[in-house]
């Protein structure tokens, strides 16, 4: 009998922090995801979490785990495939700790992931843009912040995870004023910002403390926004706005909402899609093309640059009944 729980605790340790040096957040989903499988074992085992052995953990039980986020908790397609990323991930760490196990491991990797559908990203008009923009009220200190978080947001793209991180020292707004952000994998990069998104920033300045560590957004106690307190308020502003922007009710607007709009915006003022991953941060173009396929006045341009082909109505007769024959068959 092998224990998973020195080898649960040594992934954590040993491989995402020493070794692989993840982000909290990349711990926080492998945690909150192996957490949900333990106690799904605990349950149907009728064991102690500490007391898991690796064949309670065989491909059968992580596939019935896989079901019940499904069906009990009514996880989506792509929470489903995130959960099992992580199973994958540690089963691929015990692989090496633990060889006696192979056949076992082997065959919960081999589980596959579930194909789903691919929908258009959401993205916001310059129209629905200025309108949740206004939203916020300005005469209270909250709503100044909120407005300068949503320009912010709206102009450069970010990440709800990397608003949260930002502090007063990333915004540089003296010559070729510019905002530096760290992104996924730790990589850094700078934003330029516009003249009126430098207005709005310099004036919120004025409302934070001057410690360069400062979080750039706090909240009541002083701490960064948490993501999901930006998450709320952006839910908040663009319940308000959608009152005097109704096509704003047809759309469910989150923070990332807005990084598909400066995406979509950037495609339509002639950006190319190179430019536009370095912008967002993005290793690799193919990953922006979805705002190819989003942009419908995109393929309107295309299609009226094409001539429509010369076809005349009617039906297709048969030139002998020998043919005719064939076709009925």
């Known amino acids: 009998m092998t224990l998973i729980a020195p080898t649960l605790e040594a992934f954590f340790v ?16 492998y945690r909150d995801s192996l957490k949900l ?35 009990e908790r009514n996880a989506s397609t792509r929470t489903r495939n995130t959960r099992l990323a992580a199973i994958r991930s540690l089963f691929r760490f015990a692989a090496l700790r633990h060889p006696e196990h192979a056949g076992l491991i082997q065959r919960v990797l081999a589980i596959p992931s579930k194909r ?13 843009i200025e309108a949740l923009l206004a939203a916020p009220d300005r005469s209270t200190r909250t709503g100044r912040r909120d407005h300068a978080l949503l320009v912010l947001a709206a102009q450069t793209g970010l990440r709800v995870s990397e608003l949260t991180s930002l502090r007063r020292r990333a915004l540089k707004l003296e010559a070729s004023p510019h905002l530096i952000c760290t992104g996924k994998g730790r990589k850094e990069r700078a934003c330029p910002l516009t003249r009126q ?29 948490s993501r999901d307190a930006i998450r ?46 370095l912008w967002l941060g993005h290793e690799q173009i193919t990953t922006v093309q979805i705002y190819l396929h989003a942009d419908l006045a995109l393929k309107e341009q295309a299609l009226a640059k094409t001539n429509s082909p010369q076809t005349r109505p009617g039906r297709y007769h048969a030139p002998d009944t020998l043919i005719a024959f064939l076709d009925s068959l």
């Not at 559908?117 to 008009?125: E, I, N, P």
């Not at 998104?197 to 701490?223: I, N, Q, S, Y």
């Open 14 to 29: 040993e491989r995402l922090v020493g070794q692989r040096k993840a982000s909290p957040h990349t711990i926080s989903s």
């Open 37 to 71: 499988l333990v106690a799904f074992a605990c349950q149907r085992t009728r064991t102690q979490a500490s007391r898991l052995d690796f064949a309670d953990l065989d491909a059968p039980l992580i596939g019935a785990f896989l079901e019940h986020l499904e069906h």
């Open 116 to 128: 789903h559908d691919r929908t258009d990203v959401c993205f916001l008009t310059k129209q629905e």
């Open 197 to 225: 998104t430098v207005k709005v920033m310099t004036a919120w300045l004025r409302e934070v403390p001057p410690d360069e560590d400062t979080p750039l957004f706090p909240g009541p106690r002083g701490g960064a926004l």
């Open 232 to 277: 709320r308020l952006v839910t908040r502003h663009w319940q308000i706005a959608a009152t005097d922007c109704p096509s704003l009710q047809d759309k469910h607007v989150t923070p990332h909402t807005l990084r598909h709009s400066c995406a979509m915006s950037l495609l339509h003022a002639g950006v190319d899609l190179s430019t536009i991953a």
